[in-house]
């Protein structure tokens, strides 16, 4: 990667260094399990997101008792990417009256979740959390949280997107020479890194980006 590129990337992204400048908050029937690869501070409450892009894993658990019957739908957790956080974000889990309408909200994994950024309809990314075979497929979530983000290209550090770790290389095969390996590992860490680097970005900085690559070429 040469040192204009790094210099054009670090500038693209130095407008969302802010951190800690928004927050999401829950509407009662949902529950946030992770931000940005990290537990919620407080799974029914108001929890603090960085500017930016911001990955929020979500459940529905409501109540769906109806006089005598005791009905709780639990469904799956939902990994929620929101990629231009600027304000206040509050979420509802799709319109549900009855245990019926719970289920055929979910039915086919693309519930309707209800996300607002200050007041305003806020567009979203949703996949349904890989999980375990067995009786408690969800133990362990950590561990499933970071599967998913991993093989997606995308890693946080104590809740902060980042570049993909430096991998240690633990075997050279016979064939290949020391400078071949080390130039594959530069353009998996180059590509990576790109990928972290536009994550953060606003959609205007991606923008500008993708014009200059365009007249690169």
Known sequence: MTTKLLAVLVAAVSFSSITNAASITPHSGVSILYINGQSAEDKMGRNELDEGFNQVIVRMDKDMSRGSSSDIFTSKPYVLNLENVQGDVAINHPQTRSMMEAKKAFNGNQPKWVVEQDGKAMSYKQ????????????????????????????YFNNGQVMDKPVAVQTAVTSSSSTSEVATQAAVTTNTEQLKAW???SSPEERKAFRKWIIDQE
């Open 127 to 154: 996949e349904v959390l890989e999980s375990k075979s067995g009786l408690f497929p969800y133990l362990g979530m950590d561990k499933l949280v970071a599967e998913h983000n991993q093989s997606r290209g995308i």
């Open 198 to 200: 536009y994550l953060k």
